[in-house]
């Protein structure tokens, strides 16, 4: 079993910056691809941005020059610095990870979900 906990949501003015963190932590044996996605009020969830463990990166075109993702695999943690923040990036922001567990010597690979953390800014 693996888990996702998000933390560094809140409330922002526009223009102002948040930093957002994700931890996996449980049956790790390997971390493929993390990334953030979104879901703002009335719509359906949205790629922001995903990193591979060799920190190839992707970004959605509305986030592009103003968020960055980073991971630190050390500590199975992903990170999304948020700059430039405007009203419309008021969203549940998920963290996203495809896991690999190993069972004997088998190696399965799983896609996980954290709950969720609510960023909100404010015009």
């Known amino acids: 079993q693996v888990q996702l906990v998000e933390s560094g949501g809140g409330l922002v003015q526009a223009g102002g910056s948040l930093r957002l963190s994700c931890t996996a932590s449980g049956s790790i044996f390997t971390i493929d691809e993390m990334g953030w996605y979104r879901q703002p009020p009335g719509k359906q969830r949205e790629l922001v941005a995903t990193i591979t463990s060799g920190d190839s990166t992707n970004y959605g075109d509305y986030v592009k020059g103003r968020f960055t993702i980073s991971r630190d695999n050390a500590k199975n943690t992903v990170y999304l610095q948020m700059n430039s923040l405007r009203p419309e990036d008021t969203a549940v922001y998920y963290c996203?990870?495809?896991?690999?567990?190993?069972?004997?010597?088998?190696?399965?690979?799983?896609?996980?979900w954290g709950q969720g953390t609510q960023v909100t800014v404010s015009s």
């Open positions: 996203h990870a495809v896991v690999g567990m190993k069972v004997q010597t088998t190696l399965y690979k799983y896609s996980y």
